[in-house]
């Protein structure tokens, strides 16, 4: 329960509200998670938030969060100064199904700041890229200015073993990709839904539309995995505070499979 520190290396602005801090240990110590899972992060005299990791599993002397500014502690956080301390607890929580989609074709559902948990997915998919079949990534934010990690999407784009679409609600003239909801991407995209696993990431109501749509074009209940977000407070499965009907987001959660939850989307607090 005790926060280890952490000092931020560098902070990089990723769009409206929304800052990318990269944060090293204390001391040097290498903070490992897999891909999914979250910190608990204070930002000290303020309050204690749980953020996902959102960068490489494969570089654990760097912890990466993106965070978007919208109550007293994320903005604090995303207003600290490269050598500012942050409180650090975790990892917390489950990963996204990595090892269950070797062999199988991954198509992966951002909505705005989702794509920041997907991140550090992607990597490790990439990085391991022989194991899987067709990639995915199927990305929705509002607007142009909205869409996270530009110069890596690019890098990304220029692969040819991984399909990337983005799309955005509204654009002006100088957009010339997908306008729509990311929904609209699903039945364009090129995997085998018989044997595809999807990991959606977003704001809940994008999540239900996407789910929608994945079992429209035949993906089954047990091939999607979402990850759910609730108010914390301990993190570690004591306070109650995440309840989702019958399960601990923090300790069961973040990330679910479809089927174990269906009934809970859309419910508020429960
Ligand atoms: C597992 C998990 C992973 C998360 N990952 C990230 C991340 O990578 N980046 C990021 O920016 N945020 C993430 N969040 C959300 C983040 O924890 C909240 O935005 C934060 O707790 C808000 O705290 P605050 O004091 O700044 O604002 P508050 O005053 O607490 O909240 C401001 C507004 O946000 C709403 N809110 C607060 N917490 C949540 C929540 N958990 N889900 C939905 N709405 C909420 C409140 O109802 C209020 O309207 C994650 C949450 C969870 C549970
Ligand atoms: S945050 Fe305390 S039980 Fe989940």
Request: aromatic share 8%; proline share 7%.
């Amino acid at each position: 329960m005790l926060p280890r520190i952490a000092r931020v290396r560098r902070r990089r602005h990723d769009g409206p509200q929304v800052w990318t801090l990269e944060l090293e240990m204390e001391g040097n110590a290498f903070s490992c998670f897999a891909p999914g899972q979250f910190n608990m992060l204070t930002a000290f005299g303020v309050g204690e938030v749980p953020i996902s990791h959102s960068g490489n599993p494969a570089a654990p002397d760097t912890v990466v969060h993106t965070i978007r500014s919208v109550g007293p502690v994320t903005t604090a956080l995303t207003e600290l100064a490269p050598g500012d301390p942050v409180g650090l607890r975790g990892p917390f929580g489950s990963a996204w199904p990595i090892d269950e989609a070797a062999g199988r074709d991954v198509v992966m559902v951002a909505g705005g700041l989702g794509l920041a948990p997907l991140r550090p997915a992607l990597h490790r998919l990439l990085a391991e890229r022989e194991r899987f079949g067709n990639l995915v990534l199927l990305y929705g934010a509002r607007s142009p200015d909205n869409v996270l990690f530009r110069r890596e999407i690019e890098n990304w784009r220029r692969r040819l073993d991984v399909e990337i679409e983005l799309t955005v609600d509204h654009a002006l003239t100088d957009w010339n990709g997908h306008v729509g909801v990311v929904t609209t991407l699903i039945r364009r995209a090129k995997f085998d839904p018989g044997q595809s696993i999807a990991l959606v990431c977003g704001p809940e109501v994008m999540m239900r539309f996407a789910i929608a749509a994945l079992r429209d074009v035949g993906i089954s209940a047990k091939g999607i995995y979402l990850s759910m977000e609730r108010n914390m407070k301990c993190a570690v499965g004591f306070c109650g505070h995440c309840q989702f009907g019958p399960v601990f987001v923090c300790r069961d959660g973040p990330i679910f499979r479809y089927d174990r939850v269906r009934g809970l989307l859309g419910i508020k607090e429960i």
